[in-house]
């Protein structure tokens, strides 16, 4: 029998292959901010607020939905500077009226007992406490909704239950 000559090379590239099918795999993995985003849960206020602005979008085309911590509201904002300044009273009013009617407010009273915006933030078809707390929470919710219409000009503001509206004008 001839014995079988190994090239130093060969040896190398056993050795190299050998290292890279036992080595453990390597990873980056996600850093401190992302494993934070990935452990966090979203809250009823936080998809309350997606689903408010997706519905606000909808309608207007235009708009999102956030909350205020300091004067704890929920905010209906919808922002336009392309309309002239003659026209923006009456854009303004038009949206309120368009944000009340698609949440289901007729005459400033809540159809049914509460806005269909608060229902975005409850569960779906699981009540917590009994339906009495629901309802009494769910129209102090309606009352935490306030509707911002800011232009280059002006600056309409108005509750989401309700008829009227009030002008805050800008200070140039």
Known sequence: MVPIRVSKFMKQLSLCAL???FAPPASGGPDATTNYLMNTPATLMDFGLYKLSLRIQSVL???F???DWDTNE?????IDFSTPADQVKQMCVDTIADIRFAANVRDGAAVGGYSNFSRFF???G???GGMEQHTERMIDLDKKFHINCVTGHDTYEAPLVGTGY???VSQD
């Open 74 to 78: 929920i905010l209906i904002l919808v």
């Open 122 to 124: 409850s569960h779906e």
């Open 166 to 168: 009030s002008l805050r």
């Open 126 to 128: 699981f009540v917590k």
């Open 19 to 21: 290292l890279a099918l």
């Open 65 to 67: 939905a956030s909350y």
């Open 61 to 63: 085309g235009k708009g």
